[in-house]
């Protein structure tokens, strides 16, 4: 049973990155998503949230508008499309499915 999360990097202001996060060793598609995140000195903070079915439900003020949530459950497979960065969403993103299970997360970076 595990998370994988790929697709972070170094971006500059305004630029953008898609996050992916494949999960195995469940019913992926029984379950809602969620992406979080976590700054340097900061607590982790919830992103997005998306139902098992793949209906956007919830998104952070500071991102919404510019991040958008997804999920494949054919690729088991969820995703965030982070757009417009800003200096700010400089954190390690995390996936999230139920209780203990986390992925290990992947950095992002803006800087100019």
């Known amino acids: 049973v595990q998370l994988v999360e790929s697709g972070g990097g170094l971006v500059q202001p305004g630029g953008s990155l898609r996050l992916s996060c494949a999960a195995s060793g469940f019913t992926f598609s029984s379950y809602a998503m969620k992406w979080y995140r976590q700054a340097p000195g900061k607590e982790r903070a919830l992103v997005a949230t998306i139902t098992s079915g793949g209906v956007p439900t919830y998104y952070a003020d500071s991102v919404r508008g510019r991040f958008t949530i997804s999920r494949d459950n054919a690729k088991n497979t969820v995703y965030l499309q982070m757009n417009n960065l800003k200096l700010e969403d400089t954190a390690v993103y995390y996936c999230?499915?139920?209780?203990?299970?986390w992925g290990q997360g992947t950095q992002v970076t803006v800087s100019s």
């Open positions: 999230h499915a139920y209780g203990p299970l």
